[in-house]
C-alpha cells in the first residue's frame, strides 16, 4: 500500500474521531437552547445559543477588531515565551549544574499566582504591549521548558554511546540524539502551552488595555450584554483550537517521524 493510498486513510479516520466530540457539543447546544427557551430565562442571566450566535453576527465588526489585538499580543508573547524556553533548556542541557540549580526555582514558579502579578506588571510597564506579553510568556513559559528538559534528558542511551563510539562530540550528540528525541515532548508541552496562550492574553486585558477580546468582554458584562460576553467567549475557544490544531500541522512539517504512517 502505498503513501498516497495511506494518507486520505489516515485523514478520514482523523475527521471520524472528530464526530463524537462534535456529537456531543450539538447534544448540549440543544439542550441549553431548549432550556433556556421552556424556562423563559432572560437573555440578561443566559441567552439562547441561537441569540449569541445572531448578537455575534450583528456585532462582528467590533468583535473582529477586538480579536485582532488579542491576536496579536498572543502570537508575540507566546513567541518570546517559545525563544525563551528553548534557550533556557538548551542551557540546562549542557549545564548538569544549572539544571540541578534552575529547575526547582522553575517549578517554585508555578506557586506565584498570575493574578497577584499581573496588577504589577501594569504598575512597573505601564499599559503598553510589554505588560501583556509578559503575562503571557508567565503562563506558557513552564510547560514548553519543562518538556524540553525532560524530552532532552530522555535520550536513549544506546544512541548517545554509538555516536561517542563514532567520534561524535557534546554539540553532535544534542544535534542528531538528544534534539531530535526531545521533539515529541516539546509538541505535547507545546499543545498544553498554547492553549494558555489565549487566556492569558484575555487575563491580561483584563488588567490593562485599550482593545481586545478581554475589554470586549468587560465592557459587554458591565452593560449587562452575556451574549455578547459569550460570543467573545466563544471566538476565544475557537482561536484556542485552531492554535491547537496548528501544532499538530507544525508537527507533521517538523518531525514527521513523530506519528509516521498509522
Known amino acids: ?31 441549553w437552547q431548549l432550556a433556556v427557551t421552556l424556562l423563559d430565562v432572560r437573555p440578561q442571566v443566559l441567552p439562547s445559543p441561537l441569540r449569541v450566535v445572531e448578537q455575534g453576527w450583528t ?19 507566546f513567541a518570546v515565551s517559545l525563544a525563551v524556553a528553548w534557550l533556557v533548556a538548551v542551557a540546562v542541557d549542557f ?6 540549580a534552575l529547575v526547582p526555582l522553575l517549578v517554585a514558579s508555578q506557586t506565584v499566582p498570575v493574578v497577584a502579578i499581573a496588577p504589577l506588571m501594569i504598575i512597573w510597564f505601564g499599559f503598553g504591549l510589554l505588560p501583556k506579553i509578559l503575562v503571557i510568556s508567565l503562563v506558557t513559559f513552564f510547560p514548553v521548558a519543562i518538556g524540553l528538559i525532560e524530552g532532552f534528558s530522555r535520550t536513549d ?5 554509538l555516536l561517542r563510539s563514532m567520534g561524535g562530540n557534546r554539540w553532535t550528540e544534542f544535534r542528531y540524539v538528544r534534539l531530535p528525541g526531545a521533539l515529541p515532548s516539546f509538541f505535547t508541552s507545546l499543545r498544553i ?8 492574553a484575555i487575563f491580561a486585558e483584563y488588567v490593562g488595555a485599550q482593545a481586545g477580546l478581554g475589554i470586549f468582554m ?5 452593560s449587562f450584554r452575556t451574549d455578547l460576553v459569550l460570543a467573545a467567549v466563544a471566538i476565544t475557544a475557537l482561536v484556542s483550537v485552531a492554535l491547537f490544531a496548528l501544532t499538530y500541522l507544525v508537527e507533521r512539517a517538523v518531525a514527521p517521524w513523530i506519528r509516521g504512517p498509522r
Request: glycine share 4%; charged share 15%; aromatic share 6%.
Open 95 to 100: 549545564s548538569p549544574w544549572l539544571r540541578t
Open 218 to 222: 468587560n465592557q459587554q458584562r458591565n
Open 157 to 161: 542511551p544506546e544512541a548517545t554511546n
Open 1 to 31: 500500500m502505498t503513501a498516497v493510498t495511506l494518507r486520505p486513510a489516515r485523514e478520514r479516520t482523523s475527521v471520524l474521531r472528530l464526530w463524537p466530540a462534535a456529537a456531543l457539543v450539538l447534544a448540549l447546544l440543544v439542550v
Open 59 to 77: 456585532f462582528r465588526g467590533a468583535l473582529w477588531d477586538n480579536t485582532l489585538p488579542t491576536l496579536e499580543v498572543t502570537a508575540v508573547g
Open 193 to 200: 502551552a498554547v492553549t494558555y496562550a489565549v487566556t492569558g
